[in-house]
């Protein structure tokens, strides 16, 4: 990562297919990705993260889009308008659940700053959320306009932070620290390659569940787990993943791409 923490490839975790250049979802090309990290004494841990998917200068170019609720356990403003259309436009933001409405302002203000005649009409914008309250004061309102509009400002292609960063700062995953997570493939077709990439805000999952590369990882640090303590019913938590591609796809095409998250997730 920018920062230099280590990534899991870098440790010798074997993965299947051929990464993008940062293996990253802004391998795809136009695409950009920012942070606000709230970190404040030993309660506040939350943010905001940003995704312009043509990149801050394009907002109004619309992509083709479909969308796809595993179980509804996570909520995500602006599918109507995905559902209608089979598509969106302007940025996308994830937070934490509380200031879910908070960053869907965000980019309503975001966009009346810097993009002013698309302001001028209706904005249905994209805002989602996973839930940070067991490391973050989330009714204390931390997530405010100016932050989710700070993160929108910074967003840029190119390597980019994993973990405790804007929306994923306060989330668990698997009883671990969770948080932010991005990866992308490149994939041949009839000739042409073509960038995939994903970015998931993970918040999910029982430390038994986990295995990495087959070795049951959970289970061998069952011992060493601080959220034992804290009770959540089976299939508690809620994950978001954003899907970004280059290559054409239909709208009921990118909703059948969001459908194979699922499948993603239980391997």
């Known amino acids: 990562t920018p920062s230099g923490k280590p990534r899991a490839r870098s440790l010798g975790i074997p ?6 250049r940062w293996n990253a979802i802004t391998d795809v090309p136009g695409l950009e990705v920012g942070y606000a990290t709230i970190i404040q004494g030993s309660d506040v841990r939350t943010g905001v993260t940003a995704i312009h998917p043509r990149g801050a200068g394009d907002a109004g170019d619309p992509c083709v889009a479909g969308f796809h609720s595993q179980n509804g356990n996570g909520e995500m403003t602006g599918v109507s308008w995905i559902r209608e259309s089979g598509s969106m436009a302007g940025p996308i933001a994830i937070t934490n659940t509380h200031a879910v409405g908070v960053a869907h302002a965000s980019i309503v203000r975001w966009t009346a700053i810097h993009h002013p005649d698309l302001a001028e009409a209706w904005l249905l914008p ?4 996973t839930w940070d309250g067991y490391l973050n004061d989330i009714n204390g309102g931390h997530v405010t306009e100016e932050v989710g509009v700070r993160a929108l400002e910074v967003a840029a292609s190119g390597p980019i932070e994993e973990g405790s960063v804007g929306g994923g700062t306060g989330m668990n995953c698997y009883e671990f620290k969770g948080g932010t997570g ?6 041949a077709h009839d000739g042409t390659s073509y960038s995939v990439g994903v970015l998931v805000q993970a918040n999910f999952g029982a430390r038994a569940e986990l295995r990495v590369a087959g070795m049951p990882v959970g289970e061998v640090l069952a011992d060493d787990n601080p959220m034992a303590e804290h009770f959540s019913p089976s299939g508690a938590g809620s994950v978001i993943a954003i899907v970004a591609t280059d290559a054409p796809l ?7 791409l969001a459908r194979r998250v699922t499948l993603g997730l239980a391997r």
């Open 15 to 20: 993965f299947e297919g051929i990464p993008g």
């Open 126 to 129: 994209v805002a989602a959320e």
């Open 182 to 187: 991005t990866a992308s493939r490149v994939v």
């Open 250 to 256: 239909l709208p009921n095409q990118c909703e059948a």
